[in-house]
C-alpha cells in the first residue's frame, strides 16, 4: 500500500483532529492520520535504541490506536497537533530505587525532555513517570514504570475496558473504585517503604565491609605482643561493633517486616476483588 | 518483533493477532491500516495497536491486559504474594520482571 509523502501542515493536522473527534472522519482521514503517525518512526527509533544502550527491556507502541487518539481528543482540550504521546513506549521496572535510576539516565540522555512524575500526584490514582523526549522537533513519551505501578495500571485499563470505561477517570462502581484508590495509596505507602529500605539495607551493607576491615586488622595486632590493656580495649571496640551490628541487622529485618504486612494488606484487597468479580459474574447470569 | 494487535475492548479480547519481523514494520503498518480501514466499512469500534518487543513474553509482562481476562489478572497479582515475601525486592537486578 502506497502512503502519501507529503508534507502536511499543522493546521491540517488539527483538522482531522477535528473531524476525528466529531466521528465525522473519513477513510482518506484515516489514511491521512496513518501518515502522520509514521512521521514519527525516525524519532521513535532513536528513542528506542538509546533506551536498549541502557540495557532497558521497553515494548515500543510505534504509534497510538486511532481509538486512543480519538478518545483523548474527546477527554481533553487538546488538539492533534499537540498530543505528545502518538509514538511512545514503556518501560518496567522492578522497584521504585530502579525507576529513579532510570529515570536519572533518561534525564541525561535525553537533555531538556519533560519529565511527568505521578508518583506524588497521580491521576485517578495512576502512578508512574512520563519523559516526554522531542527529537528533531517530535514527540516520543517514554512511560517508566514499577512493577507495582505497572500491575495497578494494568487493573485499572483492562476493568475500563470490560466493566465500565469510565473507570480510569475515576469512575465506574464503588466496590471497583475504593479498591483502586486503596491499592493505589497502598503501593505508594509500599514503595515508600521500599525506597527506605534501599538506604538501610546499604548502610548495613556498608557496615558489614567496615566490620570485616577491622576484625582483620585487629586480628593481626592481636596476634602482636600486646599490652593487656590494649588488648582489652580492642576487644571491647569489637564487641561494640558487633552490638552495632546486630541493631542494624534487627532494624533490616524490622523495615522488611512492614513490608510483608503492607503488600499482605493489598494480597487481602485483590482476593476481595476476586470474590466481588465472581460475584457480579454470577449476577449477570 | 512487531506486534499487531485488534483488540475488542468491551469484550475484552484479541480479535487479530500477527507477528512481523522488525525488518517488515512497513508491513505491519500497512496490515494496521487495512484492518482500520476494514473495521471503519463494517462500522466497529476496536482497538488496532502495533507494539514492538524483544520477544512475545516481553510483550505479556508490559501489555498482559491484552492477554489475560481481569480475574486472571487479579489471581496472578496475589500470586507473587504466595512466599509471603514483597516483590520486587530491593537490588533485584532484572528489567521488565512482573512483581
Known sequence: ?285 | MIFLIEYNRSEGRIVTFRDFDDSQRREAEDSRLEIELDLKRKGLDHEVVLLEAASKDALHVTHERYFADLRQMLESAVKTNGTGVPRPTIGDASKCERA
Not at chain 1, 114 to 142: C, L, T
Open chain 1, 1 to 285: 500500500m502506497k502512503m502519501c509523502k507529503m508534507a502536511v501542515s499543522k493546521t491540517q493536522i488539527d483538522r482531522l483532529g477535528d473531524r476525528l473527534k466529531g466521528g465525522s472522519h473519513s477513510e482518506s482521514d484515516l489514511r491521512l492520520l496513518e501518515d502522520y503517525r509514521r512521521s514519527f518512526g525516525e524519532a521513535y527509533k532513536a528513542v528506542v535504541r538509546t533506551i536498549r544502550q541502557r540495557e532497558g527491556s521497553p515494548t515500543g507502541r510505534l504509534a497510538k490506536s486511532t481509538r486512543s487518539i480519538v478518545e483523548k481528543l474527546r477527554r481533553e482540550s487538546i488538539r492533534l497537533s499537540q498530543m505528545q504521546d502518538i509514538a511512545g513506549c514503556r518501560v518496567v521496572v522492578a522497584n521504585i530505587v530502579e525507576q529513579e535510576q532510570f529515570v536519572a539516565y533518561l534525564r541525561t540522555d535525553f537533555p531538556g525532555a519533560s519529565v511527568i512524575d505521578r508518583r506524588d500526584n497521580p491521576s485517578y490514582g495512576y502512578r508512574a513517570v512520563h519523559i516526554i523526549a522531542m527529537i528533531s522537533g517530535k514527540p516520543v513519551e517514554i512511560q517508566v514504570r514499577t512493577a507495582l505501578q505497572h500491575l495497578w495500571a494494568d487493573l485499572s485499563e483492562k476493568s475500563s475496558d470490560v466493566l465500565d470505561p469510565t473507570i480510569k477517570y475515576g469512575g465506574g462502581p464503588d466496590e471497583w473504585r475504593d479498591f483502586l484508590t486503596k491499592s493505589s495509596e497502598s503501593v505508594a505507602a509500599y514503595e515508600k517503604v521500599e525506597k527506605a529500605t534501599s538506604i538501610v539495607v546499604a548502610a548495613y551493607e556498608a557496615m558489614v565491609t567496615a566490620h570485616e576491615e577491622f576484625k582483620t586488622g585487629t586480628a593481626e595486632l592481636l596476634e602482636d605482643d600486646l599490652p593487656d590493656h590494649e588488648v582489652q580495649k580492642i576487644r571491647g571496640e569489637l564487641g561494640e561493633w558487633t552490638r552495632k551490628m546486630e541493631r542494624a541487622e534487627q532494624e533490616v529485618q524490622e523495615i522488611r517486616g512492614k513490608m510483608v504486612r503492607l503488600w499482605n494488606v493489598n494480597a487481602d484487597r485483590l482476593n476481595k476483588m476476586i470474590s466481588w468479580l465472581d460475584k457480579l459474574k454470577g449476577q449477570k447470569q
